[in-house]
């Protein structure tokens, strides 16, 4: 995230590299401004890179440049942290059935298990078409229409949520399951999901801004 500093936002980035580790309302005393006022414009410098913040200490001079440090931020998001709970069917569910649990849900996809264990994923265009081809929705599984592993796409629980984006982006998908390899059971084990609406509201977290 590359941004053009104002006059003000070059001042406070000096005042920190003199005088950091330095609280905020110090900063604001120096400038003869207002807490308030500097609040957006500390929140900008932090976000970007050019600042690190750490509670009851203050602000010091990151040292590095602003796209590294935001890259380093996004990539200690972890999938484990933000993991929704997994919405899921068995390969037996009917597709009557998938379609009420995906409604009820408010969910693009269905996650298939059998024991806890991935088999497959099922989303609303598989479901749209068994629904048009005719036939009983209600007598027709839902393994007749899911996506088979192993060419569903998962992410690992201790994996970045970067990287699950990523695996969005690449395969154009809109969520992920979240699994966990057992060895034991030489199986994928289901213990999440991951969708676009939780990247955006891990970001969206990250960029809050948090006040020292």
Same mark, same amino acid.
């Given at each position: 995230m590359v941004i053009e500093l104002t006059k003000r936002q070059e001042q406070i980035i000096e005042i920190v590299k003199r005088h950091g580790p330095i609280t905020g309302e110090r900063i604001a005393d120096i400038l003869n401004l207002t807490r308030a006022t500097l609040r957006p414009d500390l929140s900008i410098l932090t976000m970007a890179g050019y600042l690190e913040a750490r509670p009851r200490v203050g602000y010091y001079y990151s040292g590095k440049k602003n796209a590294d440090l935001?890259?380093?931020?996004?990539?200690?998001l972890k999938v484990k942290d933000y993991k929704a709970v997994p919405v899921v069917i068995t390969e037996k569910t009917s597709v009557y059935d998938a379609i009420v649990t995906m409604f009820m849900e408010d969910v693009g996809t269905l996650i298939v298990v059998?024991?806890?264990?991935?088999?497959?994923?099922?989303?609303?265009?598989?479901l749209l078409k068994v629904a048009i081809g005719g036939g009983d929705i209600r007598q027709f599984p839902v393994n007749m229409a899911m996506t088979r592993?192993?060419? $569903?796409?998962?992410?690992? /629980?201790?994996?970045?949520?970067? =990287?699950?984006?990523? %695996?969005? !982006?690449?395969?154009? $998908?809109?969520?992920?399951? /979240?699994?966990?390899?057992?060895? =034991?059971?030489?199986? %994928?084990? !289901?213990v999440g999901r991951v969708s676009k609406t939780t990247v955006t509201r891990a970001f969206v977290e990250l960029g809050q801004y948090r006040d020292v």
């Amino acid at each position: 995230m590359v941004i053009e500093l104002t006059k003000r936002q070059e001042q406070i980035i000096e005042i920190v590299k003199r005088h950091g580790p330095i609280t905020g309302e110090r900063i604001a005393d120096i400038l003869n401004l207002t807490r308030a006022t500097l609040r957006p414009d500390l929140s900008i410098l932090t976000m970007a890179g050019y600042l690190e913040a750490r509670p009851r200490v203050g602000y010091y001079y990151s040292g590095k440049k602003n796209a590294d440090l935001y890259g380093e931020a996004l990539r200690k998001l972890k999938v484990k942290d933000y993991k929704a709970v997994p919405v899921v069917i068995t390969e037996k569910t009917s597709v009557y059935d998938a379609i009420v649990t995906m409604f009820m849900e408010d969910v693009g996809t269905l996650i298939v298990v059998r024991d806890g264990f991935l088999q497959g994923v099922v989303s609303r265009k598989d479901l749209l078409k068994v629904a048009i081809g005719g036939g009983d929705i209600r007598q027709f599984p839902v393994n007749m229409a899911m996506t088979r592993l192993p060419h $569903v796409i998962t992410v690992d /629980v201790e994996e970045s949520l970067y =990287e699950a984006a990523s %695996l969005m !982006v690449r395969h154009e $998908v809109d969520s992920l399951p /979240v699994v966990r390899h057992n060895a =034991e059971q030489s199986g %994928l084990e !289901v213990v999440g999901r991951v969708s676009k609406t939780t990247v955006t509201r891990a970001f969206v977290e990250l960029g809050q801004y948090r006040d020292v």
